[in-house]
């Protein structure tokens, strides 16, 4: 009996051994995320982890990621505050890039934090007088048109804004043919807003036949960024905390557009449909900013933001889009056009790293990288939560399926699908 | 932007009720500083930390509105007390600087924390009178903002009672005078101090929540622009002068209010902060402040 138990024992312990050991063996490959976890737009950042994790978590369920040798590896992952702050965001990516632990990043949530980040990487692959980071990045969330063309070792999965507006107006312009006139504003002070609104939202209506209700403005062609600075001029704007809108609800009352366009982000989005509302201004029809199609519009103006159209390349219209959206709240996010990239971007990670042949090697990491990078960059497509997803591939850029959606009855229901 | 007179006149009218606000602000800002001649820096974030809680009381405990506007000042009272704990009673008194960095410190903490419990997402705050806007002739006034003005007015009464025509107010202004001959006529200056906190700070919160209601939204992004604005309105009305803060707050409302019509939302701070750096130039005491020397 003693004997026998002593055996077990033995056994017992031979096998806790063994398992350590494997587990303790089992290569790791990490990604790094970072966005904003602080700072007024802390809901970036919250979402995009919630969603990220969501995505590492469903690869590892799914055996993890094949390396060259055929061996399995688990897919980890850490995430870093950048506070929507260019600094930081920066410093994050520095760190990242030279501690040597990640073979890729997914950041920096916000645009603005984006276009200076983009700015430290090395421009041009192979050129030897750049000491720029050299570390590939594959961001979420921020929207800004054209950033990622600034490195080639930074991509994006975010909305195709030009594409998404473009098709947008000329729906608008074959259901509601009655409509003619537009009239906007902006928060001038946000990036994103005022860029996609002052080059891309009024010229593409230009190009559809919506005429500027308050007269011609000079230079305005329908060309992507043509008259854009007259465009900000004969628009009636605020900043991203204004607190009164009321000198421009009476700009946009004035103006009896047919159409107004409210390019902000939630906060400035309900206070200006507040004060439109206060003074009985109602348009035939609302168009709004991508970021706007959230849940914080929802929680802040419903009522208000009632029959507001915006394109959003993400809606929880299909079973993988519903799943990921019911991940990500059970992580304590929302599933919304900026965060849902991020389970995306994780699945096109794994696809590229067992397209390349990663070894999961430490001391190979910057060789790593540079595979990750040209796995990247020789995508032409890949599957997204709302279909396929088209790479641009010059420019690191995306085109993903979009839907339109608008505001009703407190939530945002798709009224179009163009897939 | 196309305009005419009478859109000057009714960006004035918008300007000088929202200027109300700033008012407030500016008033708490003149009260604390009037009484100890330090400024509170996070003195806008405890009333916008109170504006939050009166709304998590409708939100979470269902209380019916008006209760919003109770619990958001008393809680803003209490920070207020805290504040005066955490940041200046017990720090050096030569130090000049340490209480001013101590409360840049409590604001920038107290904006996290409203950040971190939020997510930074904006929040709907029930609208007081939102239908109420009157057409008069070609121009339009808010009704809510008439009541914010109205309500405004009556607290700063209150205020102005308080400092006048009672003993706290006598001690308050003793206080402020001299600090050490009060302390030698039996005033307890430090409680003194603390209930001049906790004043300004229920003013703050009376500010925060009417403010919400005025916006319709609560967000963290409106804690810094108020505190700058309430400072510009404390130098422009004169530092320690309470008829100069109100003066001052419905006057920078309405310059905002005119220089956003004439020169658009890019420039209208600029000529808001040009019009700060004119009279710390040229007229350092402000409207109404006057040079007190203290022991």
């Not at chain 1, 904003?36 to 919250?46: D, E, Q």
């Not at chain 2, 400072?231 to 905002?256: C, D, K, N, P, Q």
Request: glycine letters at 10%; hydrophobic letters at 45%; charged letters at 15%.
């Amino acid at each position: 009996m003693k004997y026998i138990a002593r055996n077990i024992l033995i056994s017992s312990m031979s096998a806790l051994l063994l398992t350590s050991g494997a587990a303790v063996a089992e290569t790791e490959i990490n990604i790094a995320g970072w966005g904003a976890k602080s700072g007024p737009l802390r809901s970036f950042g919250i979402n995009s982890e919630a969603v990220m994790s969501a995505a590492v978590e469903r690869v590892n369920q799914m055996g993890g990621v094949k390396l060259a040798d055929g061996s399995m590896a688990k897919l980890t992952y850490n995430y870093s505050d950048s506070a929507c702050n260019a600094e930081q965001a920066i410093a994050v990516a520095r760190k990242e890039a030279a501690d040597g632990k990640s073979l890729i990043g997914i950041g920096p949530t916000c645009s603005g934090a984006a276009a200076a980040m983009y700015g430290v990487f090395q421009k041009q692959v192979d050129d030897t007088s750049d000491t720029g980071l050299q570390y590939p990045i594959l961001t979420d969330t921020a929207v800004r048109n054209g950033l990622a063309k600034i490195s080639q070792w930074t991509f994006r999965n975010t909305p195709n804004e030009p594409e998404m507006y473009d098709r947008l107006w000329a729906w608008v312009a074959a259901n509601h043919p009655d409509l003619k006139t537009i009239y906007g504003g902006t928060e001038t002070d946000q990036g994103h807003s005022n860029g996609t609104y002052s080059k891309v939202i009024v010229q593409a209506a230009t190009r559809h036949g919506f005429n500027w209700a308050t007269g011609a403005i000079e230079g305005l062609t329908g060309d992507i960024a043509s008259g854009y600075k007259e465009v900000l001029n004969n628009s009636s704007n605020w900043l991203q905390a204004d607190t009164s809108f009321s000198v421009q609800a009476r700009a946009f009352r004035r103006s009896k557009a047919d159409i107004f366009i409210i390019s902000s982000h939630p906060f400035t989005t309900c206070g200006m449909l507040k004060e439109l509302a206060r003074q009985r201004v109602e348009p035939k029809l609302i168009i709004g900013l991508t970021s706007s199609s959230s849940a914080e519009v929802m929680k802040g103006c419903a009522a208000e933001a009632e029959g507001m159209i915006i394109p959003t390349s993400f809606a929880p219209i299909t079973e993988a889009a519903a799943e990921v959206a019911a991940l990500a709240n059970a992580n304590g996010g929302d599933a919304d056009l900026h965060s849902a990239a991020a389970w995306e971007n994780v699945m096109i990670i794994k696809q590229v790293i067992e397209n390349v042949g990663i070894t999961g090697d430490p001391a190979m990491i910057q060789q790593e990288r540079r595979k990750v990078r040209d796995g990247l960059e020789a995508l032409t497509e890949t599957n997204g939560l709302l279909g396929k997803i088209t790479r641009v591939q010059d420019e690191g850029e995306a085109l993903k399926p979009y839907v339109f959606v608008q505001a009703q009855g407190g939530s945002w229901n798709v009224i179009h699908d163009p897939r | 932007m196309n305009f005419d007179h009478i859109d000057i006149i009714q960006s004035t009218i918008d300007g000088v009720l929202f200027g109300s606000i700033y008012a407030l602000i500016g008033l708490g800002f003149t009260l604390i500083f009037g009484a100890m001649h330090k400024l509170n820096m996070a003195y806008a974030a405890s009333g916008i930390a109170g504006a939050y809680t009166g709304l998590m009381s409708l939100t979470i405990l269902g209380m019916p509105v008006l209760m919003a506007f109770i619990i958001g000042p008393v809680t803003a009272g209490l920070i207020g007390l805290l504040l005066y704990f955490a940041c200046f009673r017990f720090m050096p008194r030569g130090n000049q600087l340490a209480p001013l960095m101590a409360s840049i410190g409590a604001l920038f903490f107290i904006d996290e924390l409203i950040i971190h419990e939020t997510s930074g997402s904006p929040m709907s705050f029930p609208a007081v009178l939102p239908d109420a806007y009157f057409f008069l002739g070609e121009f339009g006034i808010r009704g809510d903002l008439l009541m914010v003005m109205g309500f405004s007015f009556i607290l700063m009464a209150i205020v102005m009672l308080l400092l006048y025509r009672t003993k706290l107010g006598l001690g308050t202004r003793a206080t402020s005078q001299q600090p050490v001959a009060a302390l030698l006529c039996g005033i307890p200056t430090h409680r003194t101090n603390g209930t001049t906190f906790v004043l300004a700070g229920v003013l703050g919160g009376f500010a925060g929540c009417l403010l919400a209601a005025s916006v319709g939204v609560l967000s963290p992004l409106l804690v810094l622009p108020l505190t700058i604005k309430g400072l510009i309105v404390t130098v422009i009305g004169g530092l320690g002068s309470i008829r100069g803060a109100i003066i001052a707050g419905f006057a920078v409302g309405a310059a905002e209010g005119v220089f956003l019509l004439v020169r658009g939302v890019n420039e209208r701070d600029i000529y808001v902060f040009l019009l700060l750096f004119l009279f710390l130039v040229f007229r350092p005491n402000g409207l109404f402040g006057t040079t007190i020397n203290r022991d």
